[in-house]
């Protein structure tokens, strides 16, 4: 079992920054995968970025590259996703998540921290 437990969401204005943190309670944090999703009212969850084991390999979903970044610190269990130039359309609840291999799916998820972008 792994618990998982985001933070660092907020109200920001159009253009602003914020940088979530999820915290993951697990001695084997290193060896799972993270990502990061987000929802939007009404709309399916989407799958925002993700990190490789030891954070040399991300990816970033085409709607956010150039603005987002994850980041991973094994040291503190916890993974980051810093967002720059936020726009209103990223306005959702973004959730963490956990799992054991690129291909695998992911088990274990946080409670969700949210996000607003104000125009």
């Known amino acids: 079992q792994v618990q998982l437990v985001e933070s660092g969401g907020g109200l920001v204005q159009a253009g602003g920054s914020l940088r979530l943190s999820c915290a993951a309670s697990?001695?084997?944090?290193?060896?799972?995968?993270m990502g990061w999703f987000r929802q939007a009212p009404g709309k399916e969850r989407e799958s925002v970025a993700a990190?490789?084991?030891?954070?040399?390999?991300?990816s970033l979903a085409d709607s956010v590259q150039g603005r987002f970044t994850i980041s991973r610190d094994n040291a503190k269990n916890t993974v980051y996703l810093q967002m720059n130039s936020l726009k209103p359309e990223d306005t959702a609840v973004y959730y963490c998540?956990?799992?054991?291999?690129?291909?695998?799916?992911?088990?274990?998820w946080g409670q969700g921290t949210q996000v607003t972008v104000s125009s």
């Open positions: 998540a956990v799992k054991g291999s690129w291909l695998g799916t992911y088990d274990y």
């Open positions: 697990t001695r084997t944090f290193s060896r799972y995968i």
């Open positions: 990190v490789s084991w030891d954070g040399s390999s991300t």
